[in-house]
C-alpha cells in the first residue's frame, strides 16, 4: 500500500512537503495568497469580509513595532510571519489546537522552521523577540475579539489580558478583499527584506 500523501502543490508550481518542508519550497506569493484566505475567529467575526490571518499578520508586525524602542527589521519581518504555517495547515482556534494535541504543534514548528530559513531568519527565534511578537499577537487578539467577533471587553481582559490604551491607539482592525491584503503582506515583506539586505 503506498504511503500517504503529504505534500501540497502550491499555485508558484512548487510542492511543498508537509512532514518534512524544505525552505527552498517555500515563496511568500504562496504565503500572502494562502494566508489572505485563512479566516481567523473561524469566520466568526462581523463585516463583509472575513477577518484574514494575512490582516492579522500585519497588524501583529506593527504592534510589535510599537513595541520594540528600535525594531530590528528582521525580527519585525519574524512577527509579520509568526502566523505563516497556516498557509498549508489553516488556523485553529485555541480550543482546537489543545484538544488535536501535540502532534499539531510540531508539524507548526516543522514549517515554522523551513518559513524561517527561507527568508533569513534563525530556525529558532531568541526568546525575548518570541515573547514580544507573542505579546503583539495577544494585543491583536483583545482587537479582533472585541471589534469584530463580539467579546465583551471584560471577556476579551480576561482570555488576552488587558492592552495598554496607548498602544493601540489609532490601531483599527481591517477588513477587505482577500486581494488587497495579499499585495501589502507581500509589499511589506519587500519592504523589511530590502532593509535587512
Do not use: C
Request: aromatic share 8%.
Amino acid at each position: 500500500m503506498a504511503p500517504a500523501r503529504a505534500w501540497q502543490k502550491m499555485l508558484s508550481g512548487r510542492r511543498l512537503d508537509l512532514l518534512d518542508p524544505t525552505p527552498v519550497d517555500i515563496e511568500i506569493e504562496d504565503i500572502a495568497h494562502g494566508l489572505s484566505f485563512v479566516a481567523r475567529w473561524n469566520g466568526q467575526t462581523r463585516g463583509d469580509y472575513a477577518y484574514s490571518v494575512a490582516e492579522h499578520s500585519l497588524l501583529v508586525e506593527r504592534l510589535y513595532s510599537r513595541l520594540t524602542a528600535r525594531p530590528d527589521p528582521k525580527w519585525q519581518l519574524a512577527a509579520l510571519l509568526h502566523d505563516a504555517p497556516e498557509y498549508v495547515i489553516g488556523d485553529m482556534i485555541s480550543p482546537v489546537k489543545a484538544s488535536v494535541g501535540p502532534g499539531y504543534s510540531e508539524l507548526e514548528n516543522r514549517l515554522s522552521t523551513a518559513v524561517h530559513l527561507r527568508f533569513g531568519l534563525p530556525a529558532a527565534l531568541p526568546l525575548t523577540v518570541k515573547r514580544t511578537i507573542k505579546k503583539a499577537d495577544r494585543i491583536s487578539a483583545w482587537m479582533e475579539a472585541v471589534r469584530i467577533a463580539g467579546f465583551s471587553e471584560t471577556e476579551a481582559n480576561r482570555f488576552f489580558g488587558v492592552p495598554d490604551a496607548g498602544m493601540i491607539e489609532g490601531m483599527d482592525i481591517v477588513l477587505r478583499p482577500p486581494m488587497q491584503t495579499r499585495a501589502d503582506y507581500i509589499a511589506r515583506h519587500a519592504a523589511l527584506i530590502a532593509k535587512i539586505r
